[in-house]
C-alpha cells in the first residue's frame, strides 16, 4: 500500500531502481502526476500522453472530492458510500475496499489508481501491468512472477511469488511494510503482500494485515485472516527471517 496524498510531496519521491531490473525499452514507460508514479508495461511508449491523461483524471475527480470533503482523506476508519453518494467511483470503490478491510479509504488509494488506468488502456495491449509505488494491477496472462521486496529482511531479494491459472486473468497484487516507503503502518512486518481479484482491495487488506503483525507468531494468523476475506487469492507476511503464506500462489526463489 502507499497512501498516497492527492497534493505533491517531492520529498516522498523514491527512484524506482527495481523497475530497470524490470526491463524498459518500446513496451513499457512511467508516468507521473504529483504522488502517483506509475510503470506501465506491455504498451508502445506512443500510449504515455493517454495514460497520464487517465491518471491527471482520476486524480483530479478525486481532488475536487477531497477539497468538498476534507475529513474523507485523513480518516484511519472506514466511511460508508452511503454518507456520500455523489463520490466519484474512483472514491466509491476506495470506500467499499476500505470497509472490508476495517481501514481508512486512502489506504486503498494506489491500487485503486493503478487499476482504474490499467483498465482504461487494457483494450490496447495483450498483456498489462500498471504498478504504483509497489502496488500492481496485472491483466491478459495465466501466469505472473513477482518478487516480494521486504526491506531489510534476509528474504528480500530471493523471496517471489508465482500466480498461475488455466487461461489468461487480471488480479491486483499489493504490499504494505513498516519498513519501506511512506506508507502509514502500525505493524512491523517488512512485508505483507496480498493478491486480490480487485487491486483496491488488495491494498486495503494489506495494510489492515499489516498493522496486525507486531510478533513472528502473528504472520500466520494474519495470513488465515486475509485469505478469510472474500475476493482474497493469496497471502504473503514476512517478518524479519520468518514468513507465512497461503492461498492461490506458489513461493518461488527468484535469488537465481
Not at 472490508?100 to 487494457?122: H, N, Q, S, T
Not at 498489462?128 to 509505488?133: A, F, I, M, S
Not at 529482511?153 to 519501506?180: E, H, K, Q
Request: charged content about 20%.
Amino acid at each position: 500500500m502507499s497512501e498516497e496524498s492527492v497534493s505533491p510531496h517531492p520529498s516522498h519521491y523514491r527512484r524506482r531502481s527495481y523497475r530497470q531490473a524490470a526491463g524498459a525499452g518500446d513496451f513499457s514507460f512511467e508516468v507521473r502526476v504529483e504522488e502517483s508514479d506509475l510503470w506501465i508495461s506491455g504498451l508502445q511508449t506512443e500510449y504515455r500522453s493517454l495514460a497520464y491523461e487517465r491518471l491527471l483524471y482520476y486524480r483530479n475527480g478525486l481532488k475536487v472530492f477531497l477539497q468538498r470533503h476534507p475529513e474523507w482523506q485523513d480518516s484511519l476508519a472506514p466511511m460508508a458510500p452511503s454518507a456520500y453518494p455523489l463520490a466519484p467511483p474512483l472514491a466509491r470503490r476506495m470506500m467499499a475496499a476500505a470497509e472490508v478491510a476495517g481501514v481508512g479509504p486512502m489506504a486503498a488509494v494506489a491500487g485503486a489508481l493503478a487499476e482504474a488506468v490499467g483498465r482504461d488502456l487494457m483494450a490496447l495491449a495483450s498483456e498489462l501491468v500498471v504498478e504504483n509505488g509497489g502496488d500492481i494491477f496485472l491483466t491478459g496472462r495465466s501466469q505472473y512472477r513477482l518478487a516480494i521486496f521486504a526491506g531489510t529482511s534476509p528474504l528480500s531479494g530471493s523471496l517471489g511469488i508465482r500466480l498461475s491459472a488455466s487461461a489468461p486473468f487480471s488480479c491486483g497484487v499489493c504490499t504494505s511494510s513498516a519498513r519501506v516507503g511512506h506508507s502509514l503502518s502500525f505493524g512491523r512486518a517488512d512485508a505483507l503482500t496480498i493478491v486480490a481479484d480487485d487491486t483496491a482491495l488488495a491494498d486495503a487488506v494489506a495494510t489492515a494485515m499489516a498493522n496486525r503483525v507486531q510478533k513472528k507468531k502473528d504472520l500466520a494468523r494474519v495470513v488465515e485472516r486475509a485469505l478469510s476475506v472474500k475476493g482474497i487469492r493469496g497471502a504473503v507476511a514476512v517478518l524479519g527471517s520468518e514468513l507465512a503464506a497461503g492461498g492461490e500462489l506458489e513461493l518461488i526463489d527468484i535469488s537465481s
